[in-house]
């Protein structure tokens, strides 16, 4: 656009051909918002209007299919979602004063939800866990203790997840990287995953992790010569969630792999010679050249994939359904259960707003934390 | 002591051979410049001796050791390369001390062999910098202070200077040849710009296809080219060339007839080639004269004139359409458009066969240019 002004100008200046040269900057702007409507347009759409709905619905209680007028509510639907508190239960002791104890030998507590019933202070409240402590016993309790679940079950699964997928990614981005015959049929079948449905893919690794058919218990057995195993990978609450991080990391890590490969691409072939003559050995050059090299290009890989990574719905849709014991359910896939499966829309929007919330702060946390050390 | 020796160095890709056979032998402390056209194999054979590349075949020598097959790191070669490469997210420090630090050296001792050598480039200010804060030429300097610490006995220079602004170079061309002075280890310095090779060289290695062409002091290349290629490469502007026919020979001289058809005699060793019908003459621009007093005259028509202030280049046209440039002292008066006589003196004149090999007897070399041209340039 710049080029053309100026050629333009100079024109007009030296040819003098005419042409006014006073109109060329209003048109430009013009121009500049029609051809970015349309994205604009779909932005506000499928994006900004979305979020402000649900922001709006989230202060109501409307139900998907109701008789009832909506209302506003306040911050009744935040309060269910975020409201923690706890109490400590002091053991049942007789009428000698001695503690009472079950037959295994276990303290005895008042029965935890008469206690809830009875107190006003912890109406709506339910048990989200428990645990002893000196003879007491402190309870924590949550409103919705699925949420709390959720929250805890997406950050473990994040926590797993980026490392791995990143992991996976560079290591395949250095391997596709080398100059070999063939290296293209590699760079499309590591990279196939991708673009395949994760529906699809859900659906085949079900089968892999299935308890007595599957293809891992049958490999585990073979290899262990029968002393492991079998794992009920999917039925397991132990196992559910890390089957499902390995299953997304291998999935989407394809992605990463060309973001990775692009940046390894730019690094200079030079300073890997150099380093050669400055007698550095593999270990050398990918400490001091490539990871320095792929800096910028690994703070958007850990940003992008752990906002992606925050997202996880359907693979536990697919594949757990959330259990077992809700080990799986992520606050994407909770949001989903009571917004839509439940008919609770404002419920589910209070959850998707704070998601929301979440998310950004984490980016910008990432974000800064990156940019401090680029200081350093 | 570190000699370098080539023998019989040979490169393929594949099927393509690229160097064909190399001999070169390279004195403790010589300064030797690979020089070439683009393609000729200057890099590639720099490479080798660097140990970035393979030797397909054939033997490298570094002081009395043969490191064919050793690595590139224990070889005892630094190089500077074209585009510097320093590790962008150290700071110079750490650029310099890199290969010290690889090679486990203990940390007091880096630190006095960077500031060493960061004495020596003038560098200290810049130390903490990273490599993106400088300007190209501290970089370029940063480049050769990191070859300096290791204290090699080879320094290898790939196209150091060809991203820098034509003063830079000037002026980094002076410092790397003072540096060498200094220093007085082995370098071999390719570059693609003959002026360099002439101002720096104590040792022209003129390269093509893979092929030496001539080895030997700049006066020497300059004075004795011992074939077209080496003639015509060697020397700004480049050397004038005429096709002349041969009207008779005998085994000590020729005598020929110019394209204006004015006949002249030559001496010329042509005893290994009789019965020569076509020959070429070649004559330097800067020992053709607008002043008549050499001793063969010719006309040409003038096309273009440059005046530099201290000499003038004319670019002619002499008997149809043969090109010639002309390099006369000071202003001239010649305008474009004009016919002018030009003069030369056959004793300047070089003389190559039909396969491009030289015919005059080497001239001898003044005694004062064996002082090497390094310290005429600075003084």
């Known amino acids: 656009m710049n080029a053309n002004t100026s050629v333009n100008s100079s024109d007009t200046l030296t040819v003098s051909s005419g042409r006014p040269s006073e109109p060329q900057r209003p048109p430009r702007k013009r121009y500049v918002f029609l051809m970015s409507a349309p994205a604009l347009l779909g932005l506000f759409m499928f994006l900004v209007l979305p979020f402000l709905m649900a922001l709006g619905m989230s202060f109501t209680d409307q139900r998907l299919l109701s008789p009832n007028a909506t209302e506003w509510v306040g911050l009744r639907n935040y309060d269910r979602l975020l409201n923690i508190s706890w109490l400590v239960q002091e053991p049942v002791s007789d009428a000698a004063g001695n503690l009472k104890q079950t037959a295994d030998g276990e303290l005895v507590y008042p029965r935890l939800r008469s206690v809830l019933r009875n107190d006003p202070e912890y109406k709506d409240f339910k048990e989200y866990t428990h645990w002893s402590f000196d003879n007491k016993r402190v309870v924590l309790l949550a409103k919705d203790p699925s949420f709390i679940q959720s929250i805890i079950n997406t950050l473990l699964f994040v926590i797993l997840v980026v490392p791995i997928q990143c992991g996976t990614a560079l290591g395949l981005a250095l391997l596709i990287n080398q100059k070999l015959r063939g290296i293209f049929l590699f760079r499309t079948v590591f990279f196939s995953p991708v673009v395949t449905s994760i529906v699809v893919v859900s659906i085949v690794w079900s089968f892999l992790y299935h308890k007595d058919l599957g293809l891992f218990n049958h490999y585990l057995s073979a290899m262990s010569f029968g002393l492991i195993g079998p794992v009920d990978w999917l039925g397991d609450p132990d196992w559910a969630m890390p089957s499902i991080v390995l299953m997304s990391a291998w999935q989407a890590a394809g992605v990463q792999m060309l973001i990775f490969l692009a940046g390894l691409q730019g690094i200079s072939g030079d300073l890997y010679e150099a380093a050669e003559l400055d007698g550095a050995g593999p270990w050398g050059k990918f400490v001091n050249v490539t990871l320095p090299g792929l800096k910028n290009t690994t703070i958007f890989v850990v940003i992008s994939t752990t906002i992606q990574a925050f997202g996880l719905f359907t693979q536990v849709d697919v594949m757990t359904r959330g259990g077992p014991q809700g080990s799986t359910s992520t606050v994407m896939y909770h949001a989903v259960t009571k917004g839509f499966r439940e008919q609770d829309i404002a419920y589910g929007s209070a959850i998707s707003v704070i998601f929301f919330l979440a998310i950004l702060a984490i980016a910008l946390l990432q974000k800064r934390f990156f940019d401090k050390r680029e200081d350093a | ?379």
């Not at chain 2, 393509?16 to 410049?33: A, R």
């Open chain 2, 1 to 379: 002591m570190a000699d370098v020796k080539l023998t019989k160095v040979v490169k393929r890709y594949g099927d393509v051979e690229t160097i064909h056979g190399i001999d070169l032998d390279i004195k403790d402390g010589e300064f030797v410049v690979f020089v070439g056209p683009s393609g000729c194999g200057k890099s590639t054979l720099l490479r080798m001796v660097a140990g970035l590349e393979e030797i397909t075949e054939g033997e490298l020598h570094i002081d009395n050791e043969c490191v064919t097959s050793v690595a590139a790191s224990r070889r005892g070669v630094a190089m500077v390369f074209q585009s510097y490469a320093l590790y962008p997210h150290m700071t110079v420090r750490e650029n310099m001390g890199f290969g010290l630090k690889m090679a486990k050296t203990d940390k007091d001792e880096i630190k006095r062999r960077v500031d060493e050598s960061a004495k020596i480039l003038q560098l200290e200010p810049l130390l903490d910098r990273k490599p993106k804060a400088l300007s190209g030429g501290q970089r370029q300097r940063v480049a050769i202070g990191r070859t300096i610490v290791r204290n090699p006995k080879v320094f290898l220079f790939d196209e150091p200077l060809s991203n820098l602004d034509a003063e830079l170079r000037v002026k980094m061309r002076v410092e790397i040849a003072k540096l060498h002075s200094q220093l007085k280890n082995t370098m071999i310095y390719v570059t693609h710009d003959q002026v360099e090779a002439m101002t720096m060289a104590d040792k022209i290695v003129v390269l093509r296809g893979g092929n030496i062409e001539q080895v030997g002091s700049p006066i020497e290349l300059y004075l004795n080219p011992v074939n077209e290629f080496v003639a015509g490469f060697i020397g700004s502007p480049r050397m004038n060339f005429f096709e002349c026919d041969v009207i008779s020979q005998t085994s000590s001289s020729l005598r020929l007839r110019l394209p204006c058809s004015t006949e002249v005699e030559l001496d010329a060793d042509v005893s290994a080639s009789p019965g020569m019908s076509k020959v070429k003459l070649g004559i330097r621009p800067e020992h053709l004269q607008e002043d008549h007093q050499g001793k063969v005259k010719i006309g040409v028509d003038v096309d273009v004139v440059e005046h530099l202030g201290g000499a003038t280049y004319i670019y002619a046209r002499y008997a149809g359409d043969n090109e010639l440039i002309v390099q006369a002292g000071g202003l001239s008066p010649v305008r474009r458009g004009h016919h002018c006589d030009i003069s030369f003196d056959l004793d300047q004149c070089h003389l190559f066969d039909c396969n491009g090999l030289s015919l005059r007897a080497a001239q001898p070399i003044p005694l004062q240019t064996e002082v090497s041209v390094q310290e005429l340039v600075l003084g």
